[in-house]
C-alpha cells in the first residue's frame, strides 16, 4: 500500500494518545506519513509517538485556546483525523444532564470543528488534503440511551456531508469512517470507569481491533488523488446493527 506519493504526506490525529488514534498513527507510519499526534493525556502520547517516530503536541479539542497551540505547533498538515471522541452513559433523555450532553458534543462535534477550521487553509494550501471524520454506526443509527452519544455522531455525518458540498472544486478530500463495536477505552470512559460493565459491551463475540479501523483510514487516504471514498461503515462480523450482535452465551 506504501506509495512514493504517501512518504511525503504529513497526517494529524487528533486522539493519539490511545484505540483507534493510536493504531491510525502506527498505521500511517507504517505507511510512511510524518504523524503529528494530539491528545490531552502528554505521557501516553509520548509513548505512542516515540513508538511510531511521530511528533506528540497536548491538545484538548473542547479547548480553543489549546486547539490554536496546537496548530501553530503543526508546520503543514496533508491529511487530518478527526478521531477525537467520548461518550457519557447511557440515560435515557429523560435522565441525560446538561454536563454529560456538554462534554461529548465539545468534544465530537465543537472539537472536531475548531480542529478543522484551523487547519483548513493548510489543508487547502498543500494541494493535496483530505479530512478523515472518525464517525461511528451511532450516526446512522439510534439505540435507547444513546441520544447524547448517537445524536454527536449524527452532527459528525452532518458536517463531513456539509463539508463535502463546501470543498467541492478544492483539493481536499473527506471521509467519515464509521465503525461498530472497537475494543478500546471507549466503554470504560462512558461507564465512569466501570470496567466491569465496559468488559461486557464487548463480551461473547469478536469487536474490531483499533488497528482494523486505522486500516480502513490508512486505505481511504492512500488512493489516488482523484478518489474520494466518501463513508466506510464497519463493524465486527457478529454486529448487525448498534444493538443487534450474537454474543456467545459462555464465552
Ligand atoms: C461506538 C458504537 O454502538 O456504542 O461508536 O454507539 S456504539
Not at 479539542?61 to 483525523?81: K, M, Q
Request: charged fraction near 25%.
Amino acid at each position: 500500500m506504501t506509495s512514493s506519493a504517501a512518504r511525503a504526506r504529513t497526517a494529524v490525529i487528533t486522539g493519539a494518545s490511545s484505540g483507534i488514534g493510536a493504531a491510525a498513527a502506527l498505521r500511517l507510519a507504517e505507511e510512511g506519513f510524518d504523524v503529528v499526534l494530539g491528545a490531552r493525556r502528554v505521557e501516553r502520547l509520548e509513548q505512542v509517538a516515540a513508538e511510531c517516530g511521530g511528533r506528540p503536541v497536548q491538545l484538548d479539542v473542547t479547548d480553543s485556546d489549546s486547539v490554536d497551540r496546537f496548530a501553530a505547533a503543526i508546520d503543514s498538515v496533508d491529511v487530518l483525523i478527526n478521531n477525537a471522541g467520548v461518550a457519557v452513559g447511557l440515560e435515557p433523555v429523560a435522565e441525560l444532564t446538561d454536563a454529560g450532553v456538554e462534554k461529548v458534543w465539545q468534544t465530537n462535534v465543537m472539537g472536531l470543528i475548531r480542529v478543522t477550521q484551523a487547519l483548513l487553509p493548510r489543508l487547502e494550501s498543500g494541494g493535496n488534503g483530505h479530512i478523515v471524520n472518525v464517525g461511528s454506526v451511532a450516526g446512522f443509527e439510534t439505540y435507547p440511551g444513546g441520544a447524547g452519544y448517537t445524536a454527536s455522531k449524527h452532527a459528525v455525518r452532518a458536517i463531513t456531508r456539509t463539508l463535502r458540498m463546501e470543498l467541492v472544486g478544492k483539493p481536499i478530500r473527506i471521509t467519515e469512517i464509521a465503525p461498530g463495536h472497537v475494543e478500546t477505552e471507549f466503554a470504560v470512559t462512558r461507564f465512569g470507569g466501570d470496567d466491569q460493565r465496559a468488559k461486557r459491551v464487548y463480551e461473547g463475540f469478536t469487536p474490531l481491533r483499533p488497528a482494523d479501523v486505522a486500516d480502513c483510514v490508512a486505505w481511504a487516504v492512500t488512493r489516488p488523488p482523484n478518489v474520494n471514498i466518501d463513508e466506510i461503515v464497519v463493524r465486527p462480523l457478529a454486529q448487525a446493527t448498534a444493538t443487534l450482535i450474537a454474543r456467545k452465551e459462555d464465552s
